[in-house]
């Protein structure tokens, strides 16, 4: 089992930047990779980055590239999601996500454990 708590989100103004926090617990957090996700009102819930247990690979979607920066810190147990240049379309409610699988398909469906989400929402 992992518990993951996410943290950082809030209201910001075009342009601005947040940093999310994810915090996990229970088992080898460091065997995992560890994925963000952002769910918009009314949409699907959709992949924005990941990161491998290493740290070593990290992945983006196209959206986010250039703009966000994924990261973590084994010895802390925590990913972060640095977000920079924040557009009004990234208003979303933000979950991270672990998995033990290690391929190459970074769709929800890959994820067995889930935090409980933190809003951004970025004003125009």
């Known amino acids: 089992q992992v518990q993951l708590v996410e943290s950082g989100g809030g209201l910001v103004q075009a342009g601005g930047s947040l940093r999310l926090s994810c915090a996990a617990s229970?088992?080898?957090?460091?065997?995992?990779?560890v994925g963000w996700f952002r769910q918009a009102p009314g949409k699907e819930r959709e992949f924005v980055a990941a990161?491998?247990?290493?740290?070593?690979?990290?992945y983006y979607a196209d959206s986010v590239k250039g703009r966000f920066t994924i990261s973590r810190d084994n010895a802390k147990n925590t990913v972060y999601l640095q977000m920079n240049s924040l557009k009004p379309e990234d208003t979303a409610v933000y979950y991270c996500?672990?998995?033990?699988?290690?391929?190459?398909?970074?769709?929800?469906?890959?994820?067995?454990?889930w935090g409980q989400g933190t809003q951004v929402t970025v004003s125009s």
């Open positions: 229970g088992r080898t957090f460091s065997s995992i990779r």
């Open positions: 990161i491998s247990w290493s740290g070593t690979r990290t």
């Open positions: 996500a672990a998995t033990s699988y290690s391929g190459t398909d970074y769709s929800v469906y890959q994820y067995d454990y």
